[in-house]
């Protein structure tokens, strides 16, 4: 920092300290806090849009890498048996969770980067100058608000050198313009950014269903496919409990091996 921007620093410390013991008085915007309000809430809501996203990406590949460790554990049981239904299911079941781990990689992650990710980072990388320029502005208020302050002191005590008033008084005026400039640019730019929120992100948003669906309908069909490898009564099993009692009967036998102990 420079000896002249290491002095503005101070002297907006002083400044602020002064604004908060009350004996330097503080420009309120209601309209600029508005907007500035409104900008915040989007800045948070797509920086934790662009986070959940790739959360929904890296779990997508997560659940493909464990559906695939799954599947291979499935096709070791049966090794050695290529015939019976189960093995015919645990072996299709492996070759489609095969096919589904490719869609991840081409039908889904690439894609997914290209029209959702990336315009949503490109939106969240402009908030940091936008901030900056949120700050200059918060600056130049403060700039502003202590030559004010420097002027009513000079009116309701008068120096002895009649030129302060005048250069006070010019301070002033130039704070108060600079100022100006930069809180009306922000007051009518910051709520076309703010709109501009929902054409920009619809196309992201339309992109994100058309994957989601791609990865659905291919695993749908996928996996389909495993089904017909399953008795034609397994689901009506399932759904009136026999199922479970077929399992409970296997867990039986299992309690009776002498493995289990007494």
């Not at 689901?235 to 399992?247: E, I, T």
């Amino acid at each position: 920092m420079s000896w002249g921007g290491f002095k503005k620093a101070a002297s907006r410390a002083g400044t602020t300290l002064m604004q908060k013991t009350g004996q330097v008085e503080r420009t309120i915007d209601r309209e600029f806090a508005e907007e500035e309000g409104r900008y915040k809430t989007m800045e948070k809501e797509t920086n934790n849009l662009q986070k959940e996203a790739k959360v929904y990406l890296d779990s997508i590949r997560a659940m493909a890498s464990a559906q695939s460790r799954i599947a291979e554990t499935i096709s070791l049981f049966y090794s050695h048996d290529r015939s019976s239904d189960g093995a015919m299911a645990g072996h299709a079941y492996k070759a489609a969770v095969d096919e589904m781990d490719g869609v991840v990689g081409r039908d889904l992650d690439a894609p997914y980067r290209a029209t959702v990710l990336e315009p949503i980072g490109k939106l969240n990388s402009y908030y940091p100058t936008i901030n900056a320029a949120i700050t200059k502005r918060d600056h130049k208020m403060m700039d502003y608000d202590a030559a004010r302050a420097k002027v009513k002191k000079l009116v309701e005590k008068p120096s002895d050198d009649t030129t302060k008033l005048p250069r006070a008084q010019a301070e002033h005026d130039e704070a108060k313009e600079v100022f100006d400039i930069l809180n009306e640019q922000l007051i009518t730019e910051l709520p076309v950014l703010v709109d501009l929120r929902i054409p920009y992100l619809d196309p992201s948003f339309e992109a994100m269903i058309r994957c989601q669906l791609r990865f659905a309908e291919e695993g749908y069909e996928k996996l389909s496919g495993v089904q017909r490898y399953f008795a034609d009564n397994i689901r009506d099993d399932y759904a009136n409990g026999s199922l479970d009692v077929q399992v409970e009967g296997v867990l039986e036998e299992m309690r009776e091996l002498s493995i289990f102990g007494p």
